[in-house]
């Protein structure tokens, strides 16, 4: 069956500081990945999404950027976190043409 | 400009009543829906789905409405249980869109026992 590996659960993170998010699925080949991150009293907002290895569509201009540097594995980074970049950031999965997308157990991130 | 709309951010119903959560979209491209369910420091879980070309689908508990004139949906559980309290999610997605979903900002459940 296929699982989803994200990490670490929460992080603190000061102003100016760099950021790496990583999630792993197991189980799948050539799933599209994404990230969406949950503001405090807002909705899941898609940030990027990636087809295949090194494919990255960003969704909104932000401070933040995706890499997939293998088939299964998706990163989120910052080189210099603001804050407000705090959040719950979430990776999830999907399979081909499916709609239906898998996530993980996500990223409490708070910039202090 | 909020394409998935959950008016109303909490429900409160009693244990073995029926829960009834709504959503609207404006987007007419929208062409399938799906609810998540996600409880407190957790990723969402799916829940049920429906394809535009359906008006109803159903699984165990969990029934979803669609009506496209209205471009509104809804979630009925029933009967509802106190572990059904969570944060309920409507998402939108259309064909073609790499099954990028769009949210709404969720509902929160509460079940009294």
């Known amino acids: 069956s296929q699982t989803i590996h994200q990490w670490p659960a929460t992080l603190v993170q000061p102003v100016g500081s760099p950021l790496s998010l990583e999630c792993t699925v197991e189980?799948?080949?050539?799933?599209?990945l994404y990230w969406y991150r949950q503001a405090a009293g807002r909705g899941l907002q898609l940030l990027f999404y990636s087809v295949g290895i090194g494919q990255i569509s960003s969704e909104v201009p932000q401070n933040l950027s995706a890499s997939r540097p293998q088939d299964r594995q998706f990163i989120l980074s910052s080189k210099k976190l603001l804050l407000s970049d705090s959040g719950f950031y979430l990776c999830?999965?999907?399979?081909?043409?499916?709609?239906?997308?898998?996530f993980g157990q996500g990223t409490r991130l708070t910039v202090v | 400009d909020q394409q998935v709309k959950q008016n109303s951010p909490s429900l409160s119903v009693q244990e073995g009543r029926i829960s009834i959560l709504n959503c609207d979209y404006t987007?007419?491209?929208?062409?399938?829906f799906l609810w998540y369910k996600k409880y407190p420091a957790e990723g969402p879980t799916f829940l049920i789905s429906i394809s535009s070309i359906k008006d109803k689908n159903e699984d165990g508990r969990f029934t979803v409405f669609l009506n496209k004139s209205a471009k509104h949906l809804s979630l009925h559980i029933v009967p509802s249980q106190p572990g059904d309290s969570a944060v309920y999610f409507c998402?939108?997605?259309?064909?073609?869109?790499?099954?990028?979903?769009?949210f709404g900002k969720g509902i929160t459940l509460s079940v009294r026992p």
């Open positions: 987007n007419s491209m929208f062409d399938y």
């Open positions: 998402a939108a997605s259309y064909t073609g869109a790499n099954s990028k979903l769009t």
């Open positions: 189980g799948t080949s050539n799933p599209n």
């Open positions: 999830a999965w999907s399979v081909g043409w499916s709609t239906e997308a898998f």
